[in-house]
């Protein structure tokens, strides 16, 4: 696998030293074909080789580097190589010739060599990658080559730029070849010293990015010309070699483009999770397979340590002494995968099936690889560690994995792109702060169940095994839905269709903690024949002692004609029985016969044929019964309206204190007195001014999800606050007070005046008016405006409760209305303001005194004067309890509280209970599917217009009849053209928020046999050619002496070998 400079560069210090310091190598390299030291070609080596010393000459003399001394490796021509020549070299990695800073490396731990006669440090500090067009600076370091003259000898300085054919050095022969001939390489004589008698320094500036090696060369005759070539100031171009020479000193470096070069975006969530690159070469590498390495690593614990290697001389032995004893992390060599299984990596020879799934296994790997080498340990510091590579073209999504494990802190991270054409680099070095990962469990009480049978889910977190509130995603033949559990972690979902279903629980993250996914996969059979309870309601959920509580059954038969006995279950003791009988085929919603009703507080569980047991609390106090999002999605600026219903079942008064959440954190408080048995709507307005998943709840009923998501271009913010509150509320984005649409209701001579200002289009403003519009307990005692557009601020005037209609509006005609007034009421904007509203939800109130006798709640409807068509229309009425209701509107108008005639005929009413959508990221010209399920909860058949909206703009209708008591669904094919984001809905019924990219053209070139296909796992022998060595070798250079295991078992083919 080929290797970096880098990994070259410490992997040549430590096999060097290892081979100089230790005489158990000389079997090995007499084998090789270099040839031994001090011997000519082809001869038999020594049996041994004494043990050297690294400093100077111990005389205090010259160091001799003739091809005959027994420190000198010979290549087979005229170019050999001296053993201390990779120790002798030293490039300034921290500093350009200017003095400016190296901004691109990664300290290392400090490295050092001892042979019993003394500890020597390596020279080097850090890691550095050098940028194209800048000065480097380096010297032959005396402490190795010696205190005087180098023998006497003429000292050139040769620069070479490898090749894509030659980044593999592992060999003298190798090294000899890119100085002598190779046309692969692009070399510059950069200085000169004429009968050597000093360390001076040598100047090099690589015009181009790439993989650099850099020679001290001496002449053995200085009358030769030794290295020909060009020099400093020509073009590089290829060299040779007239008469012997020693490679006296031996530096790889590397080198890489101007930052401007590459874009990366680098996100990060929490331990366990991954770090997410984001890189974009395409400026520098437009059209190359390039491959991408990034490496995320604790660099600050990493330089602290110490790494130690000593040899042996009178066993052969080689130890090890380091203060880490182990690395742990996630090395991928694709996206994705975390396991990979290679005979060889770095160089180093593994078991066969040895899988490197992660730093820790392969830490472990190593270490046990060898029995020559033994490790000791200082200190028990763990370096935690991960890297990712893939070859790709210059765009490309890296994941760099994280382990629970790992501290919340800041980590260093190194991204490196290389052209695998021309060995042109790109690099980025940055930090990335990771939060703590909290890992969430999800459990299903069953994985195969029959269609149309519930499932319940229950989520836990665990850190802590405590149940939490979560976001299920669905996916599956049905599309994608969501659902959100309670607050106990459960949720119960029933799948329709048969096939596979992946659900994956999810949870917004907080300012220091990072929710990691999980998910299960449910099989879903065909239904089976009999009838069979698919779900049940509590109205209500929560009530006072010696209230009724009704609990309705679903039932579905999808078989024959058959009778089912439903069982109504109070803390597992069966409480009532009801037998019904079902058409084949049908599907009914039942009640039973007695309602509950409990005269003592506490939590009971309630459940039917065996389902999933629902809590139901019995309390007196006044409680917060239920609440409602306006909207589920919004854009940035834009707010939302929380409706709480609040109850109080108690017979005394009683005041209430609600609390709104935001993602866990209390944001407003409203406190609010009620009478006995009393019921209220209380009406929170918040605005968002950043992106981002918002769970919100008041008090402690179940969470729910919004999402707030920014304005797609070219349709900016229409106000983008320029200046944004630098200590925003808690809730992350809570805009400030005067930023939130207000609202104000005034007492007029003819009811009352609804100001409203600070909107924008979009916002959905609640407004109470208490008694204000109600007269003895009937009338409008609230509503709810989503503004359409064309106004910053309004006014709404309403009318209290009147017996008769407005002027010029006829009264409810029984006979062709269907039903009878009980008052009549107006909702009418000031024309000066002349707002665009798209609906108008209304609250109202109906004593008991003004209902007929015999008259039940589900015949109260609101009915509203349409101007066009000259008759009133009955509105979707929806009874919440305590003799409050609420109707949707279209708009403004006249309005009749009535009831509808016992006798005015069967009515269908519709009801939207299910809404998915097949993709919500599409490319531009892509298609996807939504589909709608239409009930209808009234007794009358009846046909169903079903609008398809886009951004609030109806792009396609379809009608559907749906029988009494049943369901059916609609599709529609939408498709987008430009890339954005954008809103779908049905009917005012959010679907998805639906991402569309730009279409990609493909103008990666075809695979061939001669190279890897971009994508695909890196593999020999195209490999990694230059960067592997950013995400591995900090984690073998850690593991310390996996370049020594290389030389003790004679891996290899030549003392300098590195690399396989």
């Known amino acids: 696998m080929n290797q970096s400079g880098l990994s070259r560069r410490v992997g040549i210090v430590l096999v ?24 000519e070609t082809g001869s038999s080596p020594s049996v041994d080789v004494p043990t050297r010393n690294l400093g100077p000459p111990s005389d205090g003399g010259v160091a001799d580097i003739n091809a005959s001394s027994d420190e000198v490796y010979g290549s087979g021509g005229n170019v050999s190589v001296w053993a201390r020549s990779p120790l002798a070299l030293n490039v300034d990695e921290e500093e350009y010739a200017d003095g400016s800073d190296v901004e691109t490396y990664l300290d290392i731990p400090t490295i050092s060599v001892s042979a019993g006669d003394g500890l020597t440090p390596s020279n080097r500090e850090q890691i550095s990658v050098y940028e194209e067009g800048k000065t480097i600076t380096a010297k032959l370091d005396e402490s190795f080559a010696g205190g005087g003259d180098l023998d006497g000898q003429d000292i050139q300085y040769v620069a070479v730029r490898l090749g894509p054919d030659d980044q593999d050095v592992d060999s003298v022969d190798d090294i000899a070849a890119l100085i002598n001939g190779s046309a692969d390489v692009n070399g510059r004589i950069v200085g000169e010293n004429s009968s050597f008698g000093g360390f001076e320094t040598v100047r090099f500036t690589p015009d181009e990015s790439g993989q650099y ?98 040899v042996d001389s009178a066993d052969g032995t080689v130890e090890v002494e ?41 830490f472990a790997a190593i270490r046990n690889e060898s029995d020559r080498v033994t490790f000791t340990l200082t200190d028990d510091t763990t370096i935690n560690a991960s890297a990712t590579a893939v070859s790709d073209g210059p765009e490309t999504t890296l994941d760099v994995g994280t382990l629970q494990s790992w501290p919340s802190q800041d980590y260093t991270y190194l991204y490196t792109a290389t052209s695998e054409s021309d060995g042109r680099t790109v690099a980025k070095r940055g930090s990335v702060s990771l939060k703590e990962g909290v890992q969430l469990s999800i459990d299903a009480n069953d994985t195969t169940v029959q269609q149309g049978k519930p499932v319940e889910f229950t989520v836990t977190r665990d850190d802590t095994d405590d149940p939490t509130n979560a976001t299920l995603t669905v996916d599956g033949p049905e599309g994608v839905r969501t659902v959100s559990t309670d607050s106990d972690g459960t949720a119960v979902f029933t799948f329709g269709s048969v096939g596979a279903y992946t659900v994956t629980a999810s949870k917004a993250e907080t300012e220091t903690t990072e929710f990691l996914e999980d998910s ?93 047991a629902k809590r139901l609390e019995i309390d007196d106090e006044a409680f917060t019964e239920r609440f409602s999002l306006s909207r589920n999605s919004i854009f940035v600026g834009q707010s939302v309206t929380v409706r709480a219903t609040v109850t109080n079942p108690g017979d005394l008064a009683e005041g209430e204190t609600l609390e709104l959440n935001v993602d866990g954190v209390v944001v407003e408080t409203k406190h609010i007195e009620l009478d006995a ?22 008090d402690n009923l179940d969470a729910k999800t919004l999402n707030v998501r920014r304005r797609p271009s070219p349709d900016p913010d229409p106000d983008p606050d320029p200046d944004p509150d630098p200590d925003p509320d808690p809730g992350e984005g809570e805009g400030p007070p005067d930023d939130v649409p207000g609202s104000d209701v005034t007492d007029t001579d003819t009811g009352a005046t609804v100001i409203v200002d600070r909107v924008r289009e979009g916002d959905v403003v609640g407004v109470e008016l208490g008694n204000r519009t109600a007269s003895n307990g009937t009338g409008l005692t609230g509503l709810e405006m989503r503004v359409g557009g064309n106004t910053s601020s309004f006014r709404v005037n309403v009318t209290p409760p009147q017996a008769e209609p407005p002027t010029d509006v006829p009264p409810v005609n029984e006979t062709t209305d269907g039903a009878t007034a009980i008052s009549y009421f107006t909702a009418t904007p000031d024309r000066e303001t002349t707002p665009q509203f798209d609906g108008v939800n209304y609250t109202f109130s109906v004593a008991d005194s003004d209902l007929p006798e015999g008259v039940s709640e ?203």
């Open 520 to 612: 299960v996969t449910v099989d879903v059979k065909e239904e089976i024949e009999e009838a069979y309870v698919t779900d049940f309601t509590l109205s209500p959920n929560k009530t006072g002692t010696n209230e009724n509580v009704t609990v309705t059954a679903t039932v579905k038969n999808p078989g024959a004609a058959q009778g089912e006995t439903l069982e109504l279950y109070v803390d597992g003791e069966n409480v009532q029985t009801k037998h019904i009988e079902l058409a084949a085929g049908e599907t009914r919603t039942v009640e039973f016969d007695r309602p509950l009703s409990f005269d003592t507080e506490g939590v009971r569980e309630i459940s039917v044929d065996r389902l999933p």
């Open 16 to 39: 060097t030293v290892a081979l100089v310091l230790s005489p158990v190598v000389a079997p090995v390299s007499g084998a090789l074909p270099g040839g031994a030291p001090g011997a």
């Open 213 to 310: 090696a850099l020679f001290a060369v001496a002449k053995e005759n200085n009358a030769d010309p030794g290295v020909v070539g060009p020099d400093a100031d020509d073009p590089a171009g290829e060299l040779s070699v007239e008469g012997n020479v020693t490679v006296v000193g031996a530096d790889f470096l590397a080198v890489r483009e101007g930052d401007a070069d590459a874009t990366v975006d680098v996100t990060a969530g929490g331990t366990g999770g991954n770090v997410t690159f984001d890189a974009n070469t395409t400026s520098s590498f437009a059209g190359d397979d390039v491959v991408h390495t990034a490496l995320v690593i604790d660099e600050d614990e990493l330089s602290k340590q110490s790494i130690e290697l000593v």
């Open 858 to 1060: 589900d015949q109260v409807t609101l009915l509203r004067y349409n101007e066009t068509q000259g008759r009133w229309n009955a509105l979707p009425t929806e009874a919440l309890g305590n003799g409050t209701y609420r109707a949707r509107s279209p708009g403004f108008s006249a309005y009749a509280i009535g009831v509808r005639s016992a006798d005015a005929g069967e009515q269908p009413r519709f009801t939207i209970d299910e809404t998915s959508i097949e993709s919500r990221e599409l490319t531009a010209g892509e298609e996807t599917t939504v589909t709608a399920t239409i009930g209808n909860d009234g007794n009358a058949s009846g046909t169903f217009t079903a609008n398809l909206s886009v951004d609030g703009q109806v792009i396609d209708t379809r009608e559907v009849t749906v029988d009494a008591g049943e369901t059916e669904s609609i599709e529609f094919t939408v498709g987008f053209d430009e890339p954005g984001t954008y809103d779908v809905a049905v009917n005012d019924e959010p679907v998805a928020s639906v991402t569309v990219q730009e279409a990609q053209q493909d103008t990666a070139t075809p695979p061939s046999d001669d190279g890897p296909t971009p994508g695909t796992p890196i593999d020999e022998p195209a490999g990694i050619p230059l960067w592997l060595s950013l995400g591995l070798l900090a984690l073998f250079v850690v593991i310390a002496g996996f370049a020594v295991y290389r030389a003790r078992t004679g891996s290899g083919s030549n003392p300098l070998d590195d690399e396989e």
């Open 677 to 698: 048995g009393e019921t209220r709507t209380v009406v929170f307005t918040r605005r968002f001014r950043s992106a981002g998943t918002r769970s919100i709840a008041v």
């Open 322 to 362: 380091s203060s880490i004893e182990d690395a742990q992390g996630v090395v991928r060599t694709r996206p994705g995968i975390d396991g990979v299984t290679v005979p060889s990596i770095a160089g180093i020879e593994l078991a066969n099936g040895t899988e490197i799934n992660s730093t820790e296994a392969l």
